[in-house]
């Protein structure tokens, strides 16, 4: 594996792949790797020649109130696991460079942006597809590789590659559990022991709703609803959303169908937490 820091070396490295006809699959992450990340380069491994994964925390899709400070940062491990996981180039730019002085671009998607997550993090999604645009027009992989974790992200990444025309594919990839159901994410180091079991509660609630919603007769709301209690009785202690949602456009859907999403943003503690399910 190599290791670049500039735009150019990036460029430089893959100008002799791609002489060669070979494909290039890209990972993007904000590091404090774990094995959801590694999953996403694993099956990049798997499909391309060329595998390149970045970290780096990106400022952008941070709001001033939120954790861009204090987000965990681990940048040797990072690099020890995208080694073992078979990366080719682990590239780590710098804001600089992404962002240099003077920078006034915005890439947005604002319908798929506004809504669900967008609603308590209104410049959020704005921040990564800018910051992601920019790269995947810079980098042009043969595929970019998503975790279904971020299911918002990944609709509105979709939309803009269509969008945009970019030559590319969008693949994406399940989420990895925990044993007990919990989503990984680099901000589960924030939860305490008291808090991990509540944490836990989403996927078993999540579970227990889809099953429902599979159902004959299901009504949405109701289902919603007692989603809604059961994740309050769970002690989850506040809830930003919890929606079945069109897995495209991600309007409401008022009739569950095979391939609709449930989707749920929480709070528990001072951590916030996202996860979805298939219908
Ligand atoms: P992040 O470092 O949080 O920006 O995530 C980088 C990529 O890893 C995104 O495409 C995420 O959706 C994906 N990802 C994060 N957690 C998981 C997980 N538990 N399972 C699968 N993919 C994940």
Same mark, same amino acid.
């Given at each position: 594996m190599i290791v670049v820091r500039s735009g150019e070396e990036l460029r430089r490295a893959l100008e002799e792949a791609r002489g060669r006809g070979r494909s290039v699959g890209y990972v993007p992450t904000m590091g404090a790797l774990h094995d959801g990340h590694l999953a996403l380069v694993r099956a990049a491994r798997g499909l391309d020649d060329v595998v390149v994964a970045s970290v780096f925390v990106n400022p &952008?899709?941070?709001?001033?109130?939120?954790?861009f400070e204090t987000y965990p940062r681990d940048e040797e491990r990072d690099l020890g696991l995208l080694e073992k996981a078979e990366a080719d180039i682990a590239w780590l730019p710098s804001a600089e460079e992404l962002?240099?002085?003077?920078?006034?671009l915005t890439i947005a998607v604002p319908r798929l942006s506004n809504v669900l997550c967008g609603v308590g993090r209104p410049t959020h999604f704005a921040g990564v597809t800018t910051e992601l645009g920019k790269i995947l027009i810079f980098l042009a992989p043969t595929a970019v590789y998503l975790g279904e974790k971020d299911f918002q992200q990944l609709v509105v990444m979709r939309a803009l590659v269509r969008d945009l025309g970019l030559p590319m594919a969008v693949r994406a990839v399940p989420t990895v559990r925990e044993p007990d159901g919990l989503a990984l994410s680099s901000?589960?180091?924030? &939860?305490?022991v008291d808090q991990r079991p509540v944490a836990a509660s989403i996927f078993r609630i999540l579970s227990e709703l889809t099953t429902q919603l599979r159902?004959?007769?299901?009504?949405v709301d109701a289902v919603l609803a007692e989603g809604r209690q059961a994740l309050t009785r769970a002690g989850?202690?506040?809830?930003e959303y919890l929606e079945l949602v069109d897995?495209?456009?991600?309007d409401p859907v008022r009739a569950a169908e095979p391939g609709n999403r449930l989707v749920v943003a929480v709070w528990v503690g001072s951590t916030r937490l996202i996860d979805n399910m298939e219908v």
């Open positions: &952008l899709q941070f709001g001033a109130d939120e954790d962002f240099p002085a003077g920078f006034g901000r589960n180091v924030y &939860l305490t159902g004959e007769r299901a009504s989850v202690q506040r809830i897995r495209e456009t991600l």
